[in-house]
């Protein structure tokens, strides 16, 4: 029987939304800050994700580091924190953590994690950052392009884990000849990373349409899905939060259990 495949939530969207109002507040006391990404993270576990993943970047423009440290303390599952392998990023995951980090590369500019990370091009530094996650007990996974030069690279450094960019595939989705190029390199790549041992995880865009294709990807250990989940929780929750409103406008009285 084929292995299920894990599922990572990434609920850094959920603190995308937050920031869009509360930015700049004091939000260490007991006031109406919403959404709070932990409640997401739980009612997430409780549905049954296996691991929750949020992005501590460097502008902050979503997760906080508070976010992250009380994450750590609640969540039941694993905590997957995805960041720049830069100094300062090294010391708070050594200090944090995290059951794995994930290397990404950050421009501020980008919307979201546009390209991977350049593995063979950093290939010194990344074995030593991997190292030291190594000996501290934290999983280290390289969020990398499908290409057989950056899995090489990565078997060079040691990595236990990567996870394969599926971005330029859910791009050209709708591209019958692209998005069967785009396929094949992730089959490949995953070929290539299970020859040498490493455990291949996948992310970026994937949705509710695609993911029946993705999972034919063979040897995924685990999914990180964020934007796609979030939007669906949106469509199917405000139903819910609109007659909730429209109860407590009409009769001051809650109608919905909390999480
Ligand atoms: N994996 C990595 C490394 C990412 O940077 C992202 C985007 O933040 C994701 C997974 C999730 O992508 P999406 O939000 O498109 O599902």
Redesign the pocket.
Known sequence: MKKAILLGV?I??AATLRQARYRGYDMSCGKMVEPDPVAVALAAEQAGADGI?V?LREDRRHIQERDVLRLRETIQTRMNL?MAPTPAMVEFALKTKPDSV?L?PERREEV??EGGLDVAARIEELRETTARFTEAGIVTSL?IDPDSKQIDAAAAIGAPCI?L?TGAYANAYYDTAARSREFRRLCKAAENAANVAITTNA????NYVNITEVVEIPHLHEL?????ILCRSVLFGIGEAVREMKARMRDGITILPRP
């Open positions: 990434n850094d969207h993943t992005h995805e994930c990404v979201s994690t969020f996870e960019h992310g970026h865009g994937i990180n899905i964020g934007h796609s």
